[in-house]
């Protein structure tokens, strides 16, 4: 029956991905109007389901007049390209790493784990805070900053998966055969640890979401005009006790997005029989 | 009252599986009863749902499960509790980890007594430590202190022992108390039990696959095979005289040193044990044994060679 | 034992020099401080007063040792903005965060363990479908937002809390609940895979083969042993709640030390700045370390080497 309801979440988990990577890569298709055009004499019209609901805009409009539709749609985009540059970024960081600590052991294994301990104990959105407070926010230099500081997990799965695999007996007979490292790394470490990491790449999107999120909301994210989630969530904070579905709307997209991705990243797992902890 | 455990007709279900089909036994105070028989016949499930301590999923039906004439089957899980350490203690198998690795082994021997006696932290310490010197533990007094992980193999089953009598039981059950340990150790380990027993006067359910050990400490043997227990006799009688085909299959297995020959082939059973599926019918044995008939295919007759001998066979 | 405590304790000490280096080198990452500081308007003397009076002239290394020697001695130099000692911001401020923290993990203890016992005994049933459901969803919650509703639940449509500021200790209590959400999920998995696997142990079937009464099983004997790593875990996500706590004190208006941290960012305040993060690392490391001497303490089998 566990089972059962994994395939249920997970299935719901894989529509709301799909729907999500549809609204980001078909966005410019999908809105019916720019969503960085204002309109500041219809601001803050009210979404269809309330009464004086203006027609052209399904959801409203945001307090400089934008459609709130688009707006939110355009954020998905936005949303996804972060949590996927990220996770790539730090999982390409996070992965070296893991893999030659636990490959090779000894002293690199004790640097790499080293390196873990040190990353693991700076708040990261704090240092993320400060960069772009410093040197002016970016989308590059968020992806950036976040990528080299999210590869903890990736290092740390990587680096015990490598281990459990290095001990097995096909690496000792590869080994035996004559194979180079580096031609048992790619052909016997990397395929069997690959499940793993598909698993734990899909939690790390959504924890990229979620810090994007979170760093826009304070303002120091993805800078204005682009309308990420955060920051639509931070613009409709003034008027929140007049108007809540302003901050109920992004705030529900972001959620269920994050759901989605976690309840599809936890089937894998299951489906992998994988592990996210060391 | 002398006879201290009854089972009859016990039958052991998890899920679809029959895991015993119909175990009959008795213990009587003072006598050392063997349930023996290979890995998987049933005879540790058997043992442990007399405690009732088997997992959830598996379901427990008998003619008769008495313990001093006080039917068990009916007996709600508090009641179990208060015989559970008290009356009827059990040790099991594997002493590395049959103890709590974050208590000292005086509070594990303690709570039980405080727990069915009410008995104080300084009288239950008292009794523990008298105990583990009765089982042959050197410096009681610091063993209380120590915790599991101090202790060796041998040790950690002596405490068990040590800590199964401390309310003063009336029957002790004991899966397969050796198993685990060395060879040297099973020996001071049987003996001691067999002391015991004799000194405390207790009735001792003993489960084992060793017939070695049967033939030691047993008074009375009982031979399960997938699921049912096929022969039943005084320990002398089975081995003078065997009467099923499995009995007397094992029986041929036991290298005799002195008996056995060097130009003939070590006695073995052939075949292996079969599974059983809900539906199954007469003798689980008859794949394997040189006497079945077509007759063994239907329900088999339980017959009587002695005044306490039984056994499960057309053939008499 | 003792052995290991050094080896860790020497770890602690290299991973703090290593984010002393960070911070420092996050601070300088704009380039030239004395601009920043200077402000807009300033022309290239104003720019040249200031780099000599902030003693930015001096090669980086030198800056560097002279901040690093100081730090260690509790000494953390002076705020630009606030024109006091940045140890005393720290001081005044450290109060809330801590007050907060500790909040968050008290709130996220009482819902996460009985969730986990409850869910490891009932294993497989609908309660424990439940407890799966919380504990995804709580993983999936953005803090900021849930905030902001709970702020207009509870503080606006209910009034029963205040939305902000630290005047009385009910303003910790949505703030606590936001912070618990972001450890509950990993704490209540965590219990109850430990408790699992602690019922299903052989030392469990003795306790009851005792007769002990089902309470004594699972809360003095099962949970026990279960409560090991998650008490360390916990330790740990204190740390992470403490260093994280930037984004809820800014929602809610608490004057804590990440309120602190964002305020100096905001101001080009780069002492406290790279202090906060020093400071929150040295906390995190600290906390690490604790786990470890609680999981010794708790574990009987780690004590004797």
Not at chain 1, 71 to 98: A, P
Not at chain 1, 119 to 135: D, E, F, K, T
Not at chain 2, 302 to 315: E, I, M, S, Y
């Amino acid at each position: 029956m566990r089972r059962g309801w994994r395939n249920a979440g997970t299935w719901f988990g894989a529509a709301i991905v799909g729907a999500a990577a549809f609204c980001a890569v078909f966005a410019p298709l999908l809105v019916p109007h720019d969503p960085f055009v204002q309109d500041i004499p219809h601001r803050l019209s009210v979404p269809f389901w309330m009464a004086g609901s203006d027609p052209q805009h399904l959801l409203g409009t945001d307090q400089l007049g934008r459609d709130y539709l688009a707006r939110l749609i355009y954020g998905c985009r936005i949303s996804m390209l972060v949590g996927i540059t990220v996770s790539l970024t730090s999982g390409i960081i996070g992965i070296t790493l893991g893999v030659l600590g636990g490959f090779l052991g000894g002293k690199i294994d004790d640097a790499v784990l080293f390196a873990i301990t040190t990353r693991l104990s700076i708040p990261v959105v704090l240092v993320a805070l400060a960069v772009a407070g410093l040197l002016g926010s970016s989308m590059t230099l968020l992806v950036l900053t976040l990528g080299l500081l999210q590869w903890d997990r990736f290092a740390v799965v990587s680096r015990s998966t490598t281990m459990q695999v290095r001990n097995l007996d096909f690496v000792a007979a590869a080994w035996c055969a004559g194979c180079s490292r580096l031609r048992i790394l790619a052909r016997e470490v990397l395929p069997n640890i690959a499940s793993h990491l598909v698993v734990v790449a899909t939690l790390e999107i959504a924890l990229a979401i979620l810090l994007e999120a979170a760093l826009s909301f304070l303002g120091l994210g993805v800078p204005p005009p682009l309308p990420s989630w955060g920051l639509m969530i931070s613009e409709a904070k003034d008027y929140m006790f007049f108007s809540p579905w302003v901050i109920m709307i992004p705030g529900i997209t972001l959620f269920v997005l994050v759901l989605g991705i976690n309840l599809l990243g936890d089937g894998l797992r299951d489906l992998f029989g994988a592990r996210t902890q060391p | 009252m002398s006879v201290l455990l009854e089972v009859e007709k016990l039958e052991i279900n998890f899920g679809p599986t029959a895991a015993v089909r119909g175990a009959s036994l008795t213990v009587q105070r003072g006598e050392t009863h063997c349930l023996v028989g290979e890995s998987g016949c049933g005879k540790s499930v058997t043992a442990l749902s007399v405690m009732n301590l088997l997992v959830k999923n598996a379901t427990r039906r008998a003619a008769k499960l008495a313990f001093q004439g006080e039917d068990l089957l009916s007996l709600s899980d508090a009641g179990m509790a208060r015989l559970r350490g008290n009356a009827m203690a059990m040790i099991f198998q594997e002493p590395m980890t049959s103890l709590n690795p974050a208590y000292t082994v005086g509070s594990q021997m303690t709570e039980v007594l405080r727990r069915h006696k009410k008995a104080s932290q300084r009288a239950a310490s008292d009794r523990a430590a008298d105990l583990l010197a009765r089982v042959g533990i050197t410096a009681p007094g610091m063993r209380l202190g120590q915790f599991p992980h101090q202790l060796s193999g041998g040790l950690r089953q002596r405490v068990m022992i040590a800590m199964a009598l401390m309310c003063e039981p009336q029957l002790l059950i004991a899966d397969e108390p050796t198993t685990a340990l060395d060879v040297t150790v099973q020996a001071q380990i049987l003996r001691l039990l067999a002391n015991l027993q004799r000194d405390l006067g207790l009735g001792l359910l003993l489960i084992t696959h060793d017939l070695g050990i049967v033939a030691r400490v047993a008074t009375r043997v009982s031979v399960m095979y997938a699921g049912e227990v096929v022969e039943s006799a005084p320990t002398a009688e089975l081995f003078a005289n065997p009467k099923h085909p499995y009995t007397q299959g094992l029986l041929r297995c036991v290298p005799v040193p002195g008996k056995i020959r060097r130009d003939q082939p070590l006695g073995s059973i052939p075949g292996t044990v079969p599974r059983i599926g809900p539906a199954f019918e007469g003798c689980a044995f008859r794949e394997r044994c040189d006497f079945a008939d077509a007759t063994c295919a239907h329900a088999v007759p339980r017959h009587k060679a002695g005044p306490v001998h039984d056994f499960l066979c057309r053939l008499t | 034992m003792l052995r290991f405590l050094v080896r860790r304790l020497i770890v602690a000490l290299l991973v703090t020099a290593t984010v002393m280096v960070l911070a420092f080198i996050l601070t300088r990452l704009s380039g030239d401080l004395a601009i920043s500081i200077a402000g807009p308007n300033a022309t290239q003397a104003d720019i040249e007063t200031v780099r000599k009076a902030y003693g930015l002239d001096r090669p980086l290394i030198v800056q560097f040792f002279d901040w690093a020697g100081r730090a260690a001695t509790g000494d953390l130099g002076d705020s630009y903005f606030f024109k006091t000692s940045v140890s005393s911001l720290l001081a005044e401020r450290m109060p809330v965060t801590l007050t907060l923290g500790l909040t968050g993990l008290l709130i996220a203890l009482l819902v996460s363990l009985p969730l986990g016992i409850l869910g490891a005994v009932r294993e497989n049933t609908a309660f424990d479908r439940l407890v799966q459901i919380v504990a995804v969803l709580g993983q999936a919650m953005p803090s900021f937002w849930l905030g902001l509703i709970l702020m207009i639940v509870f503080g606006l449509w209910l009034g029963w809390l205040p939305i902000s500021g630290t005047d009385s200790w009910q303003s910790y209590i949505m703030p606590g609940v936001v912070l618990a959400f972001s450890a509950i999920p990993a704490l209540t998995r965590l219990t109850r895979a430990g408790m699992i696997q602690a019922i299903s142990s052989d030392y469990i079937r003795t306790a009851r083969a005792k007769g002990l009464t089902r309470a004594s099983i699972l809360l003095k004997h099962a949970l026990r042993n279960a409560a090991i790593p998650v008490v360390a875990i916990a330790a740990v996500q204190l740390g992470f709640m403490l260093g994280g706590s930037i984004v809820i004190e800014q929602v809610f208006a608490l004057h804590g030390v990440g309120f602190l941290a964002w305020e100096s960012i905001q101001k080009n305040d780069f002492p406290v700045v790279q202090s906060v993060v020093l400071v929150l690392a040295v906390i995190y490391v600290g906390l690490t370390m604790l786990a470890d001497i609680l999981n010794a303490v708790l574990d009987p089998r780690l004590r004797s080497s």
